[in-house]
């Protein structure tokens, strides 16, 4: 983007003030999927939220260029789009080449990577993930042309067959690592790394690499196919303080974007759960 | 127990003579969770099944001696008694002592211990798993008395809050490594272990700590609970083979348990679902 703005173009909006205690707070608009858009945008600059993280989908039924004029207009930094990825599948890298140019429209600098699983009927888990790092290598130079960082998130291993083979932060790590840290680098999400007892090495090792941090807590039972039974801080039995302090002290001063997929979060109003997850992230994180 | 039986006792059975292709072969009794021990027993003689995996709370509704000598009088190895262990929960170190005294009457060496999870309201992971290794540091020296090794098993990381803190390989190894290894060894079981991107080289480490190699397959989607959805050999996306050729390639030479807990499959008659565990284990396992 050009210092100037070009004619026509409207001045740059003010930034929302953060409301206290939410200068680091992102709200992922997967936490209300039933939300549109609009009102999630119109909610956060009421509630004084400084960053949203956005979904592939949303934005391509609003409209990739209007939801960005409405993001930048309203003074909200896109923390990250979620997600590329999905590489085990045909037509990932058209895919993936567009989710790049839509995180640069967008104006986030971190495009989420979900690895995906293994392809149907496939047992080759080793192959999968080699075809892992090997898009990535293919993807990595467009996403530095556009300034957008390749954000690699490990799944946790419940995930590994049907969504992610990526499964450990240090994996993840191990494919990152071949790259620069602007370029690629890896997603901290506290529901799917808590498990490890190896996390806070790799939270440490990864350093300058951790392009996001992400917060849902653990809570059982998990309900059929494993996908929406995540809990809000505080709801589960994640140390969610103790590893922000971990990426804090690996470095890291980005957001800190809560991302909760939870059926029964879902069925409330939309200003209902982001009140709700305001109030259990400055409870439970800083 | 002494090389010349007590006057009165019974002569030691002739032991069951496999079927083909079943020298290794062990029916972990879970796999027909509703099938009477006896029938068990019956059925596998007539299979020409060698050896069974028991579990405490069967054998104690058929009575521990009882249970003992008819096994033994049928001429079945007991390969593994489940479980000791969760010892985050009251009680268990004279839940342990005691499964410690059945597993040596059962006249087996291997006593598989599911660590268990967080204790109630706990978010403390570090302080459960530093509870983990000191109760197995506490019951090691009467196992090694008994003859009876504590066989940790990790459990997959989907079951780390609710049933089992040790959630790898490499961190079962980690405690088991301070002890001799006939005394405290690990299971390898495919179920929980081969998302893994390092269980190769855990496997390869573990070497003469293999205490139990049991089978399940991975099949999504998951169950609610999460607990009833493995599958038969060949129904999921494990590599069961390679997984068998790497603890025999470590040097385990010990059975193979095929252990799958299944909702489907708990609903078919006992020599059906024995059945059916042959047959799939001869095509997917040797």
């Not at 992102?26 to 945008?41: G, I, R």
């Amino acid at each position: 983007m050009s210092a100037v703005p070009p004619a026509g173009a409207a001045a740059p909006a003010a930034r929302v003030a953060p409301a206290a205690g939410l200068a680091r707070f992102s709200f992922n608009q997967a936490t209300a999927k039933h939300w549109p858009l609009a009102e999630v945008v119109a909610g956060c600059v009421a509630a004084g939220v400084p960053g949203v993280g956005l979904w592939r989908e949303p934005v391509a039924e609003y409209g990739l260029d209007r939801a960005a004029r409405l993001v930048r207009d309203a003074g909200l930094t896109v923390t990250s789009l979620c997600r590329g990825g999905f590489f085990t599948t045909p037509g990932w890298r058209d895919e993936n080449r567009r989710a790049i140019e839509e995180a640069a429209t967008l104006g986030t600098t971190e495009l989420v990577l979900v690895s995906g699983g293994l392809p149907p009927g496939s047992r080759d888990v080793d192959g999968a993930r080699r075809a892992v790092a090997d898009a990535i290598a293919e993807l990595a130079p467009q996403a530095a042309a556009a300034g957008v960082r390749l954000a690699i998130e490990p799944l946790h291993p419940m995930f590994c067959a049907d969504r992610c083979v990526v499964a450990t932060l240090g994996q993840a790590l191990d494919i990152a690592e071949r790259f620069a840290p602007e370029v690629v680098g890896v997603v901290v999400d506290t529901y799917h790394v808590w498990w490890d007892d190896t996390v806070y090495d790799q939270i440490a090792r990864a350093g300058a690499r951790i392009a996001a941090f992400q917060v849902a807590d653990w809570v059982t039972p998990l309900p059929e196919g494993v996908l929406l039974g995540r809990g809000l801080p505080g709801q589960g039995t994640v140390e969610l303080r103790r590893l922000r302090e971990a990426v804090d002290a690996a470095g890291y001063t980005g957001p800190v974007e809560v991302e909760v997929f939870q059926a029964d979060l879902w069925s409330r109003p939309g200003p209902d759960i982001l009140a709700a997850t305001i109030d259990t992230y400055l409870t439970h994180i800083p």
